[in-house]
C-alpha cells in the first residue's frame, strides 16, 4: 500500500508540474506577442 500512495502522489506531482510547464509557455507567448 505504502508504494502505491507514493505513486499517486509522484502522479500528481507529475500532472502539476506539467500544469505549470504548459502555463509557462502560454504565458511567454502571451508577452513576446
Not at 507514493?6 to 500528481?12: A, G, L, N, P, Y
Not at 500544469?19 to 506577442?33: M, P, S, T
Request: charged share 25%; glycine share 6%.
Amino acid at each position: 500500500t505504502r508504494r502505491t500512495i507514493c505513486f499517486s502522489k509522484i502522479e500528481q506531482m507529475h500532472d502539476i508540474v506539467i500544469g505549470l510547464l504548459i502555463n509557462k509557455v502560454e504565458f511567454g507567448r502571451d508577452i513576446h506577442a
